[in-house]
């Protein structure tokens, strides 16, 4: 039961297990948790109507909304007839992906126009968000970036007994039978995707390469890609990719101190999306000090500096180079993988996320006038 005095809130989200959404849904929620919050967090689809939400939000005396996404959520926020204001954080695939389509591209249009606040995580979310929605450039100073903090819980899990484990099962069996009479787990150094098996996320990027790399004479390293099955008729084409590629393992998910344990027992994490909000993987692997080569993209750019606090790549041939400079130069690991904790704790450390939140809500709530429905 909530205290007297406490103000309620609403965190609207995609709540897949296992998702980018969940996890920072969660974190942004953490921030709430005190004796002056009480903060609700719902899956939007689990409302019908916007009258059934209207209701809910009734009932628990809700202050003010606070939607990730701006299609999953803004689809019901766009539709709601109330006085309280609302906010909208950029997910990453809405900016970049959902509005191509141009029906989705019209309800997150009105569900942004209605929102009393935009988050955004970083410059190129903000510049693509006023480049699909030029008319947002009228009220920019709504549009506020907030980075994402990142809170890493490594659980005792080892992706080497994983292997071991599993030798010879699927295409791990090159790690075991066809390779090597044993899986020498001290040996085997681990390169790790963390994302969802879909189009965007370009799993397959590299797999190719590096199956090739493998086999050509590098048994010791095993590419290994985690994460949930978002498409299937993609997922079909990616499994049977897999199932051919020597040195390539799949773990259709894992629960996320397990994923974290993997991150930190890895000698390096790869982003290759075709488009990012801004990757939680890569942000965690820098906090946990493990390197990250990064798929020259404007998202990624915005948090790896090359040669600073990471490394950037455009092709597979040139993943595989800062692979190698990784394993082969030590001191060069030792600087990135310095300068990554150094940029986390600066940029994204999650007691100035908590600050950003909190001390926006108190504005819109302070001043209701903000929220302006056009």
């Not at 790399?213 to 095993?222: E, L, R």
């Not at 890569?282 to 390197?291: I, N, P, Q, R, Y």
């Not at 950037?312 to 904790?341: G, H, I, W």
Request: aromatic share 6%; hydrophobic share 40%.
């Amino acid at each position: 039961m909530a205290g007297p005095g406490r103000c309620h809130i609403l965190l609207l989200s995609p709540l897949k297990r296992e998702s980018g959404n969940f996890t920072t849904a969660g974190r942004i929620r953490s921030h709430f948790v005190n004796d002056e919050w009480v903060c609700h967090m719902k899956d939007a689809r689990e409302f019908q109507s916007a009258a059934e939400l209207a209701n809910y939000i009734e009932v628990n005396n809700i202050a003010a909304v606070l939607g990730l996404h701006a299609l999953h959520s803004g689809k019901i926020l766009c539709d709601l007839q109330c006085t309280i204001p609302y906010i909208i954080i950029l997910g990453g695939t809405d900016v970049n992906e959902h509005c191509k389509d141009q029906q989705s591209s019209n309800i997150m249009a009105q569900a942004l126009r209605g929102a009393s606040h935009i988050v955004s995580f970083c410059s190129p979310m903000t510049e693509q968000l006023l480049y699909v929605w030029p008319e947002l450039e009228v009220n920019r100073q709504k549009i506020l970036k907030i980075p994402q903090a990142v809170v890493t819980e490594p659980s005792t899990f080892s992706i080497h007994d994983y292997l071991h484990k599993h030798c010879g099962v699927g295409a791990i069996e090159t790690v075991g039978s066809r390779a090597a009479a044993q899986v020498c787990r001290d040996k085997v150094k681990i390169v790790t995707l963390v994302a969802g098996i879909r189009p965007v996320k370009d799993p397959l990027f590299l797999v190719k390469a590096f199956s090739e790399w493998h086999t050509a004479g590098h048994k010791d390293f095993i590419f290994v890609i985690i994460g949930p099955t978002e498409d299937d008729s993609y997922t079909l084409k990616f499994k049977n990719e897999i199932n051919r590629s020597e040195g390539v393992i799949f773990i259709p998910g894992l629960l996320f101190g397990d994923t974290h344990a993997t991150i930190q027992d890895s000698v390096a994490v790869v982003n290759t999306s075709l488009s990012e909000g801004m990757s939680g993987a890569v942000l965690e692997a820098m906090h946990l000090g493990t390197a990250v080569i990064v798929r020259d993209i404007p998202s990624n750019l915005a948090v790896v500096t090359h040669r600073h606090d990471g490394l950037v790549a455009s092709s597979p041939k040139e993943f595989l180079d800062c692979l190698e400079s990784l394993v082969q130069d030590t001191e060069l690991y030792r600087m990135l993988t310095d300068n990554a904790s150094a940029t986390i704790d600066k940029v994204h450390s999650n007691e100035q996320e908590k600050q950003a939140y909190v001390g926006m809500v108190k504005d819109i709530l302070a001043d209701k006038s903000s929220h302006v429905r056009s």
